[in-house]
């Protein structure tokens, strides 16, 4: 039903700022939410932020609170990064969530994924 392209990572250094982009397209006909993913090399893919398609009021895990920020604009989902650090560098993703349209963190599987966006931090 929808579909969804990450876009905006790249190398960056530590300290760095990067914002990424999730494009989202198609339709549904129930609330759904944004959620961003990440996942490194060998490590379990990291649920970091979530927003809902009906609000503006993001959420964050631990990890990335006060450092990211996850936004709308149009009908883009925007995820800016800063203060980098190596620990960051992975493959992000975007997906939407109809089973948690509220990002109340209900267990779920996003139903449609994007393909991702490679972010890499080094000196």
């Known amino acids: 039903q929808l579909h969804l392209v990450e876009s905006g990572g790249g190398l960056v250094q530590p300290g760095g700022s990067l914002r990424l982009s999730c494009s989202v397209s198609?339709?549904?006909?129930?609330?759904?939410?944004i959620k961003w993913f990440r996942q490194a090399p060998g490590k379990e893919r990291e649920w970091i932020s979530c927003?809902?398609?009906?609000?503006?009021n993001g959420k964050y895990a631990d990890s990335v609170r006060g450092r990211f920020t996850i936004s709308k604009e149009a009908n883009t989902v925007i995820l800016q990064t800063t203060s980098l650090t190596p620990e960051d560098s992975g493959v992000y993703f975007c997906?939407?969530?109809?089973?948690?349209?509220?990002?109340?963190?209900?267990?779920?599987?996003?139903?449609?994924w994007g393909q991702g966006t490679q972010v890499t931090v080094s000196p």
């Open positions: 927003i809902s398609v009906s609000g503006d």
């Open positions: 997906a939407s969530d109809e089973a948690d349209p509220w990002c109340s963190g209900e267990p779920s599987l996003p139903e449609n």
């Open positions: 198609g339709f549904t006909g129930n609330y759904y939410s």
